[in-house]
Protein backbone atom coordinates (compact mmCIF):
# COMPACT_ATOMS: atom_id res chain seq x y z
CA UNK A 1 0.00 0.00 0.00
CA UNK A 2 1.44 3.52 -0.67
CA UNK A 3 2.22 5.40 1.98
CA UNK A 4 1.56 8.72 0.43
CA UNK A 5 -2.38 7.64 0.21
CA UNK A 6 -2.25 6.51 3.87
CA UNK A 7 -0.24 10.24 4.56
CA UNK A 8 -3.18 11.84 2.39
CA UNK A 9 -6.45 10.33 4.11
CA UNK A 10 -5.02 11.63 7.57
CA UNK A 11 -4.69 15.02 5.55
CA UNK A 12 -8.37 15.46 4.71
CA UNK A 13 -10.05 17.98 6.86
CA UNK A 14 -13.44 17.26 8.58
CA UNK A 15 -12.01 13.49 8.71
CA UNK A 16 -11.17 12.21 12.05
CA UNK A 17 -9.80 8.45 13.20
CA UNK A 18 -13.46 7.36 13.55
CA UNK A 19 -14.45 8.53 9.87
CA UNK A 20 -11.45 7.30 8.59
CA UNK A 21 -11.80 3.60 9.80
CA UNK A 22 -15.64 4.24 8.48
CA UNK A 23 -14.08 4.90 4.72
CA UNK A 24 -12.16 1.70 5.51
CA UNK A 25 -14.28 0.19 6.20
CA UNK A 26 -16.60 0.62 3.62
CA UNK A 27 -14.04 0.28 1.12
CA UNK A 28 -11.33 -1.58 1.88
CA UNK A 29 -8.56 -0.17 1.55
CA UNK A 30 -7.12 3.22 1.13
CA UNK A 31 -6.62 3.19 -2.74
CA UNK A 32 -9.82 2.16 -3.49
CA UNK A 33 -11.33 5.30 -1.23
CA UNK A 34 -9.56 7.66 -3.37
CA UNK A 35 -11.17 5.88 -6.94
CA UNK A 36 -15.03 6.52 -5.55
CA UNK A 37 -17.05 8.66 -6.99
CA UNK A 38 -19.13 11.31 -5.00
CA UNK A 39 -22.15 9.50 -5.18
CA UNK A 40 -20.52 6.72 -4.01
CA UNK A 41 -18.75 8.62 -1.24
CA UNK A 42 -21.86 9.88 -0.42
CA UNK A 43 -23.67 6.62 0.35
CA UNK A 44 -21.19 6.35 3.57
CA UNK A 45 -22.57 7.27 6.93
CA UNK A 46 -21.29 11.11 7.88
CA UNK A 47 -20.13 11.96 4.75
CA UNK A 48 -21.67 14.46 3.32
CA UNK A 49 -21.06 17.02 0.19
CA UNK A 50 -18.13 19.15 1.47
CA UNK A 51 -16.03 15.89 2.55
CA UNK A 52 -17.07 14.28 -0.56
CA UNK A 53 -16.40 16.94 -2.59
CA UNK A 54 -12.63 17.29 -0.94
CA UNK A 55 -12.23 13.59 -1.63
CA UNK A 56 -12.31 13.63 -5.37
CA UNK A 57 -10.67 16.83 -5.96
CA UNK A 58 -7.61 15.40 -3.87
CA UNK A 59 -6.50 18.73 -3.22
CA UNK A 60 -5.01 17.68 -0.28
CA UNK A 61 -2.53 15.33 -2.32
CA UNK A 62 0.23 18.12 -2.30
CA UNK A 63 0.22 18.68 1.68
CA UNK A 64 0.33 14.79 1.87
CA UNK A 65 3.58 15.29 -0.80
CA UNK A 66 5.37 17.45 1.14
CA UNK A 67 4.73 15.57 4.72
CA UNK A 68 6.17 12.16 2.75
CA UNK A 69 9.32 14.22 1.87
CA UNK A 70 9.94 15.02 5.46
CA UNK A 71 9.84 11.74 6.53
CA UNK A 72 11.70 10.10 4.46
CA UNK A 73 14.46 12.86 4.72
CA UNK A 74 14.31 12.14 8.57
CA UNK A 75 14.09 8.81 8.71
CA UNK A 76 10.79 8.82 10.28
CA UNK A 77 8.94 5.36 10.52
CA UNK A 78 4.44 5.07 10.17
CA UNK A 79 2.81 2.80 11.60
CA UNK A 80 -0.70 2.55 10.18
CA UNK A 81 -3.88 1.05 11.34
CA UNK A 82 -3.80 -2.41 9.34
CA UNK A 83 -0.42 -3.08 10.12
CA UNK A 84 1.43 -5.40 12.33
CA UNK A 85 3.34 -2.85 13.26
CA UNK A 86 0.89 -0.59 14.94
CA UNK A 87 -0.13 -0.79 18.58
CA UNK A 88 -2.01 -3.84 19.20
CA UNK A 89 -3.31 -1.96 22.05
CA UNK A 90 -4.15 1.25 20.66
CA UNK A 91 -5.69 -0.54 17.98
CA UNK A 92 -8.61 -1.85 20.62
CA UNK A 93 -9.69 1.90 21.33
CA UNK A 94 -12.14 3.17 18.99
CA UNK A 95 -10.87 6.86 18.71
CA UNK A 96 -7.06 5.21 17.54
CA UNK A 97 -5.33 7.24 14.99
CA UNK A 98 -5.01 5.34 11.98
CA UNK A 99 -1.55 6.81 11.73
CA UNK A 100 1.58 6.99 13.40
CA UNK A 101 4.98 8.82 12.82
CA UNK A 102 7.74 7.28 14.89
CA UNK A 103 11.52 7.07 15.53
CA UNK A 104 13.62 5.32 17.95
CA UNK A 105 13.81 1.03 18.41
CA UNK A 106 10.43 0.68 20.27
CA UNK A 107 8.33 -1.99 20.00
CA UNK A 108 5.08 -1.00 20.52
CA UNK A 109 3.68 -4.04 21.64
CA UNK A 110 6.12 -4.69 24.59
CA UNK A 111 4.62 -7.73 26.71
CA UNK A 112 3.80 -5.06 29.82
CA UNK A 113 3.30 -1.50 29.03
CA UNK A 114 2.77 0.77 31.84
CA UNK A 115 1.64 4.63 31.19
CA UNK A 116 3.33 7.20 34.26
CA UNK A 117 1.93 10.96 34.32
CA UNK A 118 2.02 13.04 36.79
CA UNK A 119 2.23 17.10 37.61
CA UNK A 120 5.16 19.67 35.76
CA UNK A 121 5.16 20.67 39.27
CA UNK A 122 6.51 17.65 40.87
CA UNK A 123 7.58 17.98 44.66
CA UNK A 124 10.09 15.90 46.65
CA UNK A 125 8.10 13.25 47.37
CA UNK A 126 6.70 12.82 44.13
CA UNK A 127 10.07 12.27 42.99
CA UNK A 128 11.35 10.03 45.53
CA UNK A 129 8.27 7.81 44.60
CA UNK A 130 8.61 7.87 40.46
CA UNK A 131 12.60 6.83 41.17
CA UNK A 132 11.89 4.32 43.43
CA UNK A 133 8.83 2.98 41.59
CA UNK A 134 11.04 2.63 38.11
CA UNK A 135 14.13 1.01 39.80
CA UNK A 136 11.34 -1.74 41.32
CA UNK A 137 10.18 -2.15 38.03
CA UNK A 138 13.68 -3.47 36.16
CA UNK A 139 12.22 -6.97 37.10
CA UNK A 140 9.22 -6.64 35.24
CA UNK A 141 10.51 -6.37 31.88
CA UNK A 142 7.77 -3.33 31.04
CA UNK A 143 7.91 -0.09 28.66
CA UNK A 144 7.33 2.78 30.48
CA UNK A 145 5.36 5.46 28.45
CA UNK A 146 4.67 9.31 29.35
CA UNK A 147 4.35 12.68 27.73
CA UNK A 148 7.97 13.66 27.54
CA UNK A 149 6.44 16.97 29.59
CA UNK A 150 8.39 18.79 32.34
CA UNK A 151 7.82 17.20 35.83
CA UNK A 152 7.03 13.23 36.48
CA UNK A 153 7.10 12.60 33.05
CA UNK A 154 10.78 13.84 32.11
CA UNK A 155 11.41 12.27 35.34
CA UNK A 156 9.91 8.62 34.09
CA UNK A 157 12.03 8.66 31.27
CA UNK A 158 15.40 9.65 32.59
CA UNK A 159 14.57 7.03 35.39
CA UNK A 160 13.80 4.38 32.96
CA UNK A 161 17.36 5.30 31.02
CA UNK A 162 18.60 5.01 33.78
CA UNK A 163 17.49 1.50 34.55
CA UNK A 164 17.63 0.32 31.33
CA UNK A 165 13.94 -0.17 30.74
CA UNK A 166 12.54 0.85 27.21
CA UNK A 167 10.66 4.31 27.43
CA UNK A 168 8.32 5.40 24.88
CA UNK A 169 7.79 9.63 24.68
CA UNK A 170 4.63 10.69 23.12
CA UNK A 171 4.25 14.16 21.73
CA UNK A 172 1.75 16.62 21.26
CA UNK A 173 3.12 18.00 18.03
CA UNK A 174 5.13 17.18 14.71
CA UNK A 175 8.48 15.83 14.86
CA UNK A 176 10.68 18.46 13.41
CA UNK A 177 10.61 19.98 16.75
CA UNK A 178 10.95 19.23 21.02
CA UNK A 179 8.66 20.53 23.49
CA UNK A 180 9.96 21.72 25.79
CA UNK A 181 13.05 22.39 24.34
CA UNK A 182 14.98 21.80 27.46
CA UNK A 183 13.59 18.23 26.78
CA UNK A 184 16.17 17.67 23.50
CA UNK A 185 18.79 15.90 24.96
CA UNK A 186 16.40 13.49 27.08
CA UNK A 187 14.56 12.67 23.59
CA UNK A 188 18.11 12.09 21.31
CA UNK A 189 18.69 9.38 24.24
CA UNK A 190 15.80 7.79 24.18
CA UNK A 191 16.47 6.92 20.64
CA UNK A 192 18.47 4.37 21.69
CA UNK A 193 16.07 2.45 24.02
CA UNK A 194 12.48 3.12 22.94
CA UNK A 195 11.47 6.17 20.95
CA UNK A 196 9.28 9.10 20.20
CA UNK A 197 5.99 9.00 18.36
CA UNK A 198 2.88 11.19 17.95
CA UNK A 199 0.34 11.37 15.28
CA UNK A 200 0.65 14.88 14.42
CA UNK A 201 2.74 15.55 11.31
CA UNK A 202 5.30 18.27 11.31
CA UNK A 203 4.61 21.50 11.22
CA UNK A 204 2.36 20.94 13.76
CA UNK A 205 2.42 23.36 16.64
CA UNK A 206 2.50 22.28 20.72
CA UNK A 207 -0.99 23.88 20.89
CA UNK A 208 -2.73 23.72 24.44
CA UNK A 209 -5.83 21.89 22.40
CA UNK A 210 -3.11 19.12 21.05
CA UNK A 211 -2.57 17.56 24.51
CA UNK A 212 -5.44 15.83 25.33
CA UNK A 213 -5.64 14.48 22.30
CA UNK A 214 -1.72 13.43 22.82
CA UNK A 215 -2.85 11.55 26.56
CA UNK A 216 -5.49 9.42 24.75
CA UNK A 217 -2.44 7.50 23.09
CA UNK A 218 -0.90 7.32 26.22
CA UNK A 219 -3.62 5.94 28.07
CA UNK A 220 -4.40 3.76 24.84
CA UNK A 221 -0.86 2.32 24.35
CA UNK A 222 -0.55 0.63 28.37
CA UNK A 223 -1.69 -2.43 30.23
CA UNK A 224 -2.29 0.19 33.19
CA UNK A 225 -2.01 3.95 34.10
CA UNK A 226 -0.39 5.08 36.82
CA UNK A 227 -0.22 8.75 38.51
CA UNK A 228 2.21 9.38 40.79
CA UNK A 229 1.13 13.38 41.76
CA UNK A 230 -1.45 15.42 40.02
CA UNK A 231 -3.49 18.63 41.19
CA UNK A 232 -7.36 18.18 41.08
CA UNK A 233 -7.13 19.55 37.46
CA UNK A 234 -4.64 18.85 34.41
CA UNK A 235 -3.74 16.54 32.44
CA UNK A 236 -3.02 14.07 34.23
CA UNK A 237 -6.36 13.54 35.32
CA UNK A 238 -7.55 13.87 31.92
CA UNK A 239 -5.45 10.62 30.65
CA UNK A 240 -6.42 8.71 33.82
CA UNK A 241 -10.00 9.28 32.58
CA UNK A 242 -9.50 8.03 29.32
CA UNK A 243 -7.76 4.95 30.56
CA UNK A 244 -10.68 4.66 32.62
CA UNK A 245 -12.95 4.92 29.74
CA UNK A 246 -10.89 2.24 27.93
CA UNK A 247 -11.64 -0.04 30.44
CA UNK A 248 -7.61 -0.49 31.43
CA UNK A 249 -6.40 -0.19 34.92
CA UNK A 250 -5.50 2.89 36.38
CA UNK A 251 -3.26 3.27 39.78
CA UNK A 252 -3.01 6.43 42.06
CA UNK A 253 0.05 6.63 44.91
CA UNK A 254 -1.64 8.62 47.94
CA UNK A 255 -0.34 11.65 49.45
CA UNK A 256 -0.66 13.83 52.25
CA UNK A 257 -4.52 15.50 52.64
CA UNK A 258 -3.21 18.81 52.90
CA UNK A 259 -1.07 19.00 50.31
CA UNK A 260 -2.47 20.48 46.54
CA UNK A 261 -0.08 17.77 44.37
CA UNK A 262 -1.65 14.55 46.06
CA UNK A 263 -5.06 15.92 45.84
CA UNK A 264 -5.85 14.64 42.39
CA UNK A 265 -4.15 11.00 43.20
CA UNK A 266 -6.17 11.13 46.30
CA UNK A 267 -9.50 11.81 44.68
CA UNK A 268 -8.96 9.35 41.83
CA UNK A 269 -8.73 6.52 44.81
CA UNK A 270 -11.28 8.01 47.30
CA UNK A 271 -13.83 7.81 43.94
CA UNK A 272 -13.13 4.23 43.00
CA UNK A 273 -11.50 5.84 39.64
CA UNK A 274 -8.19 4.51 40.76
CA UNK A 275 -6.29 1.78 42.89
CA UNK A 276 -4.04 2.58 45.33
CA UNK A 277 -0.73 1.33 45.33
CA UNK A 278 2.27 1.94 46.95
CA UNK A 279 5.33 0.21 45.16
CA UNK A 280 5.94 -2.21 42.43
CA UNK A 281 4.85 -4.96 43.98
CA UNK A 282 1.33 -3.79 44.74
CA UNK A 283 1.44 -3.42 41.02
CA UNK A 284 2.42 -6.94 40.40
CA UNK A 285 -0.36 -8.03 42.17
CA UNK A 286 -2.98 -6.57 41.34
CA UNK A 287 -2.13 -7.01 37.63
CA UNK A 288 -1.28 -10.75 37.82
CA UNK A 289 2.33 -10.40 36.86
CA UNK A 290 3.86 -12.42 39.29
CA UNK A 291 5.97 -15.50 37.79
CA UNK A 292 3.92 -18.65 37.15
CA UNK A 293 5.91 -21.61 36.70
CA UNK A 294 3.02 -22.96 35.64
CA UNK A 295 3.69 -21.74 32.44
CA UNK A 296 6.47 -23.82 31.72
CA UNK A 297 4.75 -27.37 32.36
CA UNK A 298 3.19 -29.17 30.01
CA UNK A 299 -0.43 -27.96 29.26
CA UNK A 300 -2.91 -30.34 30.96
CA UNK A 301 -6.16 -31.73 28.92
CA UNK A 302 -9.02 -30.45 29.69
CA UNK A 303 -12.64 -31.81 28.67
CA UNK A 304 -14.85 -29.27 26.71
CA UNK A 305 -17.92 -28.74 27.85
CA UNK A 306 -20.56 -29.38 25.43
CA UNK A 307 -22.80 -26.35 25.58
CA UNK A 308 -20.70 -23.90 24.70
CA UNK A 309 -21.66 -21.77 21.69
CA UNK A 310 -19.78 -21.11 19.15
CA UNK A 311 -18.31 -17.87 20.15
CA UNK A 312 -17.43 -19.34 23.72
CA UNK A 313 -15.75 -21.85 22.11
CA UNK A 314 -13.30 -19.31 20.27
CA UNK A 315 -12.55 -17.53 23.06
CA UNK A 316 -12.40 -21.18 25.49
CA UNK A 317 -9.78 -22.35 22.59
CA UNK A 318 -8.03 -18.70 22.60
CA UNK A 319 -7.21 -18.80 26.82
CA UNK A 320 -6.72 -22.86 26.63
CA UNK A 321 -3.80 -22.19 23.94
CA UNK A 322 -2.23 -19.20 26.35
CA UNK A 323 -3.07 -20.39 29.91
CA UNK A 324 -4.31 -17.20 30.38
CA UNK A 325 -5.15 -13.66 28.19
CA UNK A 326 -5.89 -10.71 28.74
CA UNK A 327 -8.72 -9.23 27.48
CA UNK A 328 -7.19 -6.98 24.90
CA UNK A 329 -5.57 -9.90 23.73
CA UNK A 330 -8.59 -11.91 23.67
CA UNK A 331 -11.03 -8.70 21.28
CA UNK A 332 -7.73 -8.76 19.14
CA UNK A 333 -7.64 -12.73 18.40
CA UNK A 334 -11.33 -12.54 17.68
CA UNK A 335 -11.96 -9.37 15.82
CA UNK A 336 -14.67 -8.33 18.18
CA UNK A 337 -16.20 -4.87 19.40
CA UNK A 338 -15.83 -4.75 23.32
CA UNK A 339 -19.20 -4.85 24.07
CA UNK A 340 -19.35 -8.45 22.69
CA UNK A 341 -16.70 -9.43 23.92
CA UNK A 342 -18.06 -7.88 27.53
CA UNK A 343 -21.35 -10.30 26.87
CA UNK A 344 -19.40 -13.38 26.07
CA UNK A 345 -17.10 -13.20 28.87
CA UNK A 346 -20.34 -12.64 31.19
CA UNK A 347 -21.61 -16.06 29.94
CA UNK A 348 -18.45 -18.02 30.18
CA UNK A 349 -18.09 -16.75 33.96
CA UNK A 350 -21.59 -17.31 34.74
CA UNK A 351 -21.55 -21.20 33.46
CA UNK A 352 -17.96 -21.24 35.43
CA UNK A 353 -16.06 -21.41 31.93
CA UNK A 354 -13.51 -19.41 33.39
CA UNK A 355 -12.89 -16.88 36.13
CA UNK A 356 -11.38 -13.01 35.93
CA UNK A 357 -8.17 -12.41 37.72
CA UNK A 358 -6.67 -8.82 38.57
CA UNK A 359 -5.68 -6.62 35.29
CA UNK A 360 -7.81 -7.38 33.01
CA UNK A 361 -7.01 -11.04 32.42
CA UNK A 362 -8.59 -14.41 32.21
CA UNK A 363 -7.77 -18.02 33.13
CA UNK A 364 -10.12 -21.20 32.43
CA UNK A 365 -11.67 -23.09 35.13
Not at 263 to 280: D, V
Amino acid sequence: MNILEKIALTKIKGIGPKLSRTLLAYNGSVEEIFKCSKKQLLTIPNIGEIIANTIVSKSFLKEAEQEYDFIQKHNIQIAWIEDNNYPKRLKNCDDAPILLYHKGTNSFNPSRAISIVGTRNATQYGKRICENFIQQLKEYDVQIISGLAYGIDSLAHREALKNGISTLGILGHGLDRIYPAANRELAARMLENGGLLTEFPSGTNPDRQNFPMRNRIIAGLADVTIVIEAALKGGALITAEIANTYNRDVCAFPGGIDQEYSEGCNYLIKTNRAHLIRNADDLSYLMNWNKDDSKNKSKQLKLIPEDMTRDEKKVYDYIHESEQANIDDIALFCDWPQSKLAIVLLEMEMKSLLISLPGKTYKLI
